[in-house]
């Protein structure tokens, strides 16, 4: 009867296969899902207003005072 390959370098392998193999299907089905329009882009954030009076420095909650 043989015996298992347990060669280190073989074992690594493996290791890092299980882990890419399941992440690469992920980005592969990601791609394919934004490339048929089935995914939209997140629209862009509104602008923040530009009022001189409502600065938004922090306060005293950011230790200014």
């Known amino acids: 009867m043989q015996e298992p390959a347990t060669n ?3 074992v690594s392998l493996l290791c890092v296969a299980r ?10 089905i990601s791609y394919l899902l934004k490339r048929f329009g089935l995914i939209a882009e ?7 207003p ?6 938004n420095e922090g306060g005293l ?3 200014s005072a």
């Open 61 to 63: 909650a950011h230790g």
């Open 8 to 10: 280190p370098l073989w």
């Open 19 to 28: 882990c890419l193999v399941p992440l690469l299907i992920l980005i592969g």
């Open 42 to 48: 997140p629209p862009k954030p509104p602008p923040e």
């Open 50 to 55: 530009k009022d001189e009076n409502n600065q």
